[in-house]
């Protein structure tokens, strides 16, 4: 079975925004967008996606790939 990998990581660089700025803006504890950011996480909230894609003008896309199991 393949896996969601998340590129918030790069997509904060691009977008020249840090984790506590970003942090601020989405309404989420740096902790939780600090997992995100290192995919350590297992479950993302839709709601919580909206509002970093928001935050950065992007979309789910730019920031979730799925990757096949080799």
Request: aromatic share 2%.
């Amino acid at each position: 079975m393949g896996k969601i990998v998340l590129h918030l990581d790069r997509m904060m660089v691009e977008k020249k925004i840090s984790l506590n700025e970003l942090s601020e803006k989405v309404g989420i504890s740096n902790v939780n967008l600090s997992k995100m950011k290192n995919n350590k996480v297992t479950a993302i909230r839709f709601s919580t996606l909206a509002a970093i894609c928001e935050a950065l003008d992007c979309n789910a896309g730019d920031i979730l790939e799925f990757q096949k199991e080799n």
